[in-house]
Protein backbone atom coordinates (compact mmCIF):
# COMPACT_ATOMS: atom_id res chain seq x y z
CA UNK A 1 0.00 0.00 0.00
CA UNK A 2 1.56 3.45 -0.82
CA UNK A 3 1.24 6.07 1.84
CA UNK A 4 3.09 8.04 4.26
CA UNK A 5 2.35 7.66 7.76
CA UNK A 6 2.94 10.86 10.04
CA UNK A 7 3.49 10.57 14.13
CA UNK A 8 4.84 12.99 17.04
CA UNK A 9 2.82 15.59 16.76
CA UNK A 10 0.95 17.07 19.85
CA UNK A 11 1.51 20.45 22.41
CA UNK A 12 4.47 21.60 23.13
CA UNK A 13 5.38 25.19 25.37
CA UNK A 14 6.78 28.11 23.68
CA UNK A 15 10.50 27.55 23.67
CA UNK A 16 10.39 23.74 23.34
CA UNK A 17 11.21 21.46 21.12
CA UNK A 18 8.79 18.14 19.03
CA UNK A 19 10.04 15.96 16.66
CA UNK A 20 7.91 14.65 13.56
CA UNK A 21 8.56 11.38 12.26
CA UNK A 22 7.02 9.87 8.94
CA UNK A 23 7.20 6.22 7.63
CA UNK A 24 6.89 5.91 3.96
CA UNK A 25 5.58 2.43 2.11
CA UNK A 26 4.92 1.07 -0.93
CA UNK A 27 7.23 4.04 -2.64
CA UNK A 28 11.04 3.94 -4.19
CA UNK A 29 12.11 6.02 -0.97
CA UNK A 30 15.64 6.46 -1.26
CA UNK A 31 15.39 7.81 -4.87
CA UNK A 32 12.92 10.67 -4.35
CA UNK A 33 12.14 13.97 -2.32
CA UNK A 34 10.60 13.52 1.16
CA UNK A 35 9.66 16.28 3.59
CA UNK A 36 7.50 18.51 5.16
CA UNK A 37 4.69 20.85 4.95
CA UNK A 38 2.58 23.10 7.45
CA UNK A 39 -0.74 24.84 7.18
CA UNK A 40 -2.05 26.96 9.89
CA UNK A 41 -5.63 28.49 10.09
CA UNK A 42 -6.27 30.87 7.05
CA UNK A 43 -3.21 30.56 5.62
CA UNK A 44 -1.43 28.51 2.82
CA UNK A 45 0.06 25.24 2.88
CA UNK A 46 3.75 25.92 3.15
CA UNK A 47 7.39 24.55 3.12
CA UNK A 48 8.77 23.40 6.33
CA UNK A 49 11.77 21.14 4.85
CA UNK A 50 12.66 19.07 2.49
CA UNK A 51 15.64 16.64 2.48
CA UNK A 52 16.02 15.57 -1.33
CA UNK A 53 17.56 12.68 -2.65
CA UNK A 54 20.98 13.71 -3.43
CA UNK A 55 21.75 14.22 0.34
CA UNK A 56 21.16 18.09 0.74
CA UNK A 57 17.95 19.96 2.49
CA UNK A 58 15.97 22.87 1.65
CA UNK A 59 14.26 24.79 4.40
CA UNK A 60 11.84 27.27 4.95
CA UNK A 61 13.17 30.57 5.84
CA UNK A 62 10.96 30.32 9.14
CA UNK A 63 12.79 26.87 10.12
CA UNK A 64 16.52 27.72 9.61
CA UNK A 65 18.69 27.31 12.43
CA UNK A 66 15.54 25.94 14.31
CA UNK A 67 14.45 22.72 12.49
CA UNK A 68 16.27 20.28 11.21
CA UNK A 69 15.67 16.95 8.38
CA UNK A 70 16.70 14.03 8.44
CA UNK A 71 16.07 10.75 6.80
CA UNK A 72 17.09 7.10 7.05
CA UNK A 73 16.88 5.29 3.73
CA UNK A 74 17.11 1.94 5.16
CA UNK A 75 13.67 2.63 7.57
CA UNK A 76 12.08 4.46 4.57
CA UNK A 77 11.48 7.31 7.11
CA UNK A 78 12.18 11.06 7.23
CA UNK A 79 12.10 12.99 10.33
CA UNK A 80 11.81 17.09 11.90
CA UNK A 81 13.32 18.17 14.69
CA UNK A 82 12.03 21.55 15.89
CA UNK A 83 13.70 23.26 18.56
CA UNK A 84 13.13 27.01 20.52
CA UNK A 85 9.52 26.38 18.82
CA UNK A 86 6.87 29.34 19.39
CA UNK A 87 3.48 29.90 19.07
CA UNK A 88 3.94 31.00 14.97
CA UNK A 89 4.97 27.55 14.57
CA UNK A 90 1.21 25.89 15.09
CA UNK A 91 0.05 24.22 12.55
CA UNK A 92 -0.98 20.84 10.96
CA UNK A 93 2.00 19.35 9.91
CA UNK A 94 1.96 17.21 6.49
CA UNK A 95 4.61 14.38 5.04
CA UNK A 96 5.29 14.50 1.46
CA UNK A 97 6.76 12.89 -1.35
CA UNK A 98 7.64 13.78 -4.40
CA UNK A 99 7.20 11.20 -6.58
CA UNK A 100 7.99 10.75 -10.85
CA UNK A 101 4.78 12.15 -11.92
CA UNK A 102 2.83 12.72 -8.83
CA UNK A 103 2.41 13.98 -4.98
CA UNK A 104 2.01 12.10 -2.07
CA UNK A 105 0.37 13.34 1.17
CA UNK A 106 0.16 12.03 5.05
CA UNK A 107 -3.34 12.51 6.60
CA UNK A 108 -1.26 15.04 8.68
CA UNK A 109 -0.14 15.70 12.36
CA UNK A 110 -1.39 18.63 14.33
CA UNK A 111 1.24 20.76 16.23
CA UNK A 112 0.59 23.20 18.78
CA UNK A 113 2.53 25.52 20.45
CA UNK A 114 0.99 27.37 23.78
CA UNK A 115 1.93 27.89 27.39
Known amino acids: QVRLMESGGGLVQPGGSLRLSCRAS????????VGWYRQAPGKERELVAM???????DYGSFAKGRFTISRDNAGNTVNLEMNSMEPEDTAVYYCHAQLDFSELWGQGTQVTVSS
Open 26 to 33: GIDFANIA
Open 51 to 57: ANRGGGA
